[in-house]
C-alpha cells in the first residue's frame, strides 16, 4: 500500500510539468511518423546519366524502359563520352549507363549495343542495389523480346516471398522503432529520477520514511513502466494506422516481451542514478547507452555482421531480443514457442541486471 503512495507522488510529479506531457505523448508519435518515413532501406529515385553512342533500335527501348521506372531518375541523356569520373566527383548522378555499339558483330541496326554501367562506390549499399535493378529491367527486356519470337529462357528462378511479400522495409523497421522509442522515453525519464531527488534534497525524505529501500526502488520504476507500456501502445497505434503494418500475432506475447524488457532497461537507468550526482551526468551516460544498445540490437544492420569478438555485447542486449520478438509477432504471427528462447535469455538479463541494480542501490542509500 505504501508502494501506491510513492507510485501517485511519481505520476503527480512527472505530470504536473506541462512539457513532461508533450514529450510523453505527442513527441512519440511526431518520432513514430518521421522514423518511419526517414528509417527506410528502399532505395527509389536514383539519379543516373544516361550515355547512348549507340545506333541500336534496342538502346532506344531500354533508355525508354530506364526513364520509366521510378526506382531511377534520369537527370540527362546525352550522345558524347564524357570525363565519367569527373561526373562522379561533381556528385550529381549515382550512375551513368553507357551504350554504345559492337561493329565487330555487325550491323548496329540488327546486334543489340554493348552497355557498361558505371557506379558511384561510396554508399555501396545503392551502389548494389541500382546496378541490381539494372540488371532486372535489363532480364526483363530480354525476356519479352525472346517471347516475341516464340522462345522461352532454358532455366528461370521463380522467387516466392513469405511474411513481407511487398518487400516493404517500413514493415520490417516499423516494430523496431517501436522498441526504440520505448527504450528511449524509459531510460531517459528513469535514470534522472533518483538524480533529481539527490538535488532537491529529497531523498533523505524517503529513507527516513517508513519505505524500505526496496519500496523506495519499486515506487521509482513502477510509474516508468506504466508510462513506457503507454508509449509502446502509442507507438503500436501509430505504425498499424499510418504505416500500415500488418499485426498478425498476439498482443498478449507482446506485452509480457515488454514487461521483461521494461524491468530490465529500468533497472538499468536506476543504477545509472545511483553513480551519478547531477542530472546532466545520468543524461550523459543514459545516452551513451541507448546509443550501444542501438547499434548492437539489429535494427539497423544483421546481428551477423557483427564481427564475431564483439557478437557477446550483442549477447547480452536486451533491445536485441525485443526487436526480434516483436518483429515475429507483427509480421510472422509467431507464438510463444517460436521465441521462447529469446524471452529465456531476456528473462536472465533482466535477474542480473535487477539483482546488481537493487544491490548497488541499497548500497547508497545505506551510506
Not at 523496431?176 to 531527488?197: D, Q, Y
Not at 543514459?286 to 547499434?295: G, H, K, R, Y
Amino acid at each position: 500500500m505504501r508502494i501506491l503512495y510513492l507510485l501517485r507522488k511519481e505520476l503527480i510529479e512527472i505530470f504536473k510539468q506541462r512539457e513532461m506531457i508533450f514529450i510523453l505523448f505527442v513527441a512519440p508519435v511526431i518520432q513514430t511518423v518521421i522514423l518511419g518515413y526517414v528509417v527506410t532501406t528502399d532505395v527509389k529515385n536514383i539519379p543516373v546519366q544516361i550515355v547512348n553512342l549507340s545506333k541500336s533500335r534496342d538502346a532506344h527501348r531500354i533508355i525508354n524502359r530506364v526513364a520509366a521506372s521510378p526506382l531511377f531518375n534520369v537527370r540527362t541523356i546525352s550522345g558524347q563520352p564524357e570525363d565519367y569520373e569527373e561526373v562522379f566527383r561533381r556528385g550529381k548522378v549515382r550512375s551513368i549507363i553507357v551504350l554504345r555499339d559492337d561493329f565487330e558483330r555487325g550491323s548496329p541496326l540488327i546486334h543489340p549495343p554493348e552497355i557498361q554501367v558505371l557506379m558511384d562506390g561510396i554508399d555501396s549499399n545503392t551502389a548494389v542495389i541500382a546496378a541490381g535493378y539494372f540488371n532486372g529491367i535489363l532480364k526483363q527486356y530480354i525476356l519479352q523480346d525472346l517471347q516475341k519470337t516464340g522462345r522461352e529462357m532454358p532455366m528461370q528462378a521463380r522467387t516466392l516471398i513469405r511474411f513481407n511479400p511487398e518487400l516493404r522495409s517500413i514493415n520490417y523497421m516499423g516494430p523496431g522503432i517501436v522498441a526504440l522509442l520505448l527504450t528511449m522515453i524509459s531510460m531517459f525519464l528513469t535514470s534522472i529520477g533518483l538524480v533529481r531527488e539527490k538535488e532537491q534534497q529529497t531523498l533523505d525524505t524517503l529513507l527516513i520514511s517508513r519505505l524500505t529501500p526496496i519500496e523506495i526502488y519499486i515506487g521509482k520504476a513502477l510509474p516508468m513502466a506504466i508510462l513506457g507500456l503507454v508509449e509502446m501502445g502509442i507507438g503500436i497505434f501509430v505504425v498499424v494506422m499510418v504505416f500500415r503494418i500488418p499485426l498478425r500475432g498476439n498482443l498478449v506475447y507482446l506485452l509480457l516481451a515488454a514487461v521483461i524488457f521494461l524491468f530490465a532497461i529500468l533497472s538499468y537507468a536506476l543504477m545509472i542514478s545511483t553513480f551519478c550526482s547531477s542530472q546532466q551526468q545520468a543524461l550523459f551516460f543514459s545516452w551513451f547507452s541507448m546509443v550501444t544498445f542501438l547499434l548492437l540490437s539489429g535494427l539497423f544492420t544483421p546481428i551477423d555482421n557483427i564481427p564475431r569478438a564483439f557478437r557477446w555485447l550483442a549477447d547480452i542486449n536486451p533491445l536485441r531480443y525485443l526487436i526480434q520478438i516483436i518483429r515475429e509477432i507483427f509480421l510472422k504471427g509467431n507464438g510463444i514457442s517460436y521465441f521462447g528462447r529469446e524471452l529465456l535469455i531476456m528473462g536472465l538479463i533482466t535477474t542480473v541486471v535487477l539483482s546488481f541494480s537493487l544491490l548497488n542501490f541499497r548500497r547508497s542509500v545505506s551510506k
